[in-house]
């Protein structure tokens, strides 16, 4: 068995490590592809770099520009009320529904919920 490469691999040079180790188990293969720390005199092995790392050999990266609002910040789906009792939803948000500045939209109020409806302009 080769050594345990000081840097991870990545692309060409990590498919061919993966199909020369296809016989291993998943964690052993990332392991010996440079995916893994030792701290402690525990070793980790770091499973979701390795598998973004296939992914972007193979020209699929999960995350091929980063994040959308440019400041480092992914959407989470996921609000909080701000100190002046405002929620904002976010342009990520209402990029993906293609939602432009003057678009109006129904409130109702249920327990424990709030449900927006777009009102058509027709």
Same mark, same amino acid.
């Given at each position: 068995?080769?050594?345990i490469?000081t840097?991870? *691999? &990545?692309?060409?040079? *990590?498919?061919?490590k ?11 293969t990332?392991k ?6 030792? &701290?402690?005199?525990?070793t980790r092995?770091n499973?979701?770099?390795?598998y973004?790392?296939?992914?972007e050999?193979?020209?699929?990266? *999960?995350?091929?520009?980063g994040?959308?609002?440019g ?6 789906y996921?609000?909080?009320?701000? &100190? ?10 209402t990029?993906?529904?293609n ?12 327990y424990?919920?709030?449900h927006? &409806? ?5």
């Amino acid at each position: 068995m080769s050594d345990i490469p000081t840097t991870p *691999l &990545k692309g060409k040079a *990590l498919l061919s490590k993966v199909k020369e180790l296809s016989h291993l188990p998943r964690r052993e293969t990332a392991k010996l592809c440079g995916y893994s720390s030792t &701290k402690n005199g525990s070793t980790r092995v770091n499973l979701t770099g390795f598998y973004d790392a296939v992914l972007e050999a193979k020209g699929l990266p *999960l995350d091929p520009g980063g994040s959308q609002d440019g400041r480092g910040r992914e959407p989470t789906y996921r609000v909080s009320v701000h &100190k002046n009792g405002q929620i904002v939803i976010g342009s990520t948000y209402t990029n993906q529904m293609n939602l432009k500045p003057g678009d109006e939209f129904e409130i109702k109020i249920g327990y424990k919920h709030i449900h927006l &409806k777009q009102v058509n302009e027709a």
